[in-house]
């Protein structure tokens, strides 16, 4: 049985939760030669991630953005090209070998940004993390990890915030879809 993805996606939300999901589809993505989509959804433009760099460089454009309801495209295009950056800045050294890398970066709501790339990179994968930059409090029902896992148009490979923290045993088996190889092998 082989899992042969070609095109996965890779939602991050640029915290320490999403760099290890970004680790095994890096991982993933290496063994099997497939393009790998890595997305950034800006949910708040306001949010102190963009706003520190953003008013370093322009700060009337914050100012702007408040009072001038006709400027906000401006603002946000340039959230999103700051984004961007940032981005790229996240995912520098862990994507470096592979052979095709897209970032996307989009705003508006998490759930429909990711469902809406999945389908327009025609993903056959998504890994994403079950926590994100607002930690524990977000695994209650209603998080985005557990409505991508519901609504998504391919199949969901969530990775937990100790996934890459565990200890390593010496033998581990291969796992296929939730049955180990060695069981298989075993029971025929």
Not at 11 to 25: E, K, N, W
Not at 103 to 116: A, F, Q, T
């Amino acid at each position: 049985m082989s899992l042969d993805f070609k095109r996965m996606l890779c939602p991050v939300d640029m915290s320490g939760f999403s760099l290890d999901a970004l680790r095994l589809a890096v991982k993933m993505a290496g063994a099997s030669d497939a393009t790998l989509d890595v997305l950034h959804v800006i949910e708040d433009p306001l949010d102190e991630l963009y706003m520190s760099a953003l008013t370093q460089i322009d700060p009337a454009l914050f100012e702007t953005y408040k009072s001038e309801p006709k400027r906000r495209a401006k603002f946000r295009r340039t959230t999103e090209e700051h984004a961007e950056v940032l981005l790229k800045q996240f995912c520098r050294d862990h994507v470096q070998r592979l052979n095709q890398v897209r970032y996307h970066v989009r705003s508006g709501d998490p759930l429909e940004r990711i469902l809406e790339v999945a389908e327009d990179c025609m993903s056959d994968l998504i890994v994403l993390a079950t926590h994100g930059r607002t930690g524990v409090k977000r695994l209650l029902i209603g998080n985005v990890a557990e409505k991508v896992v519901r609504h998504a148009p391919c199949p969901v490979l969530t990775v937990k915030p100790s996934a890459f923290n565990r200890p390593r045993a010496e033998h581990k088996p291969e796992i296929i879809a939730g049955v180990s190889v060695e069981k298989l092998d075993a029971d025929g």
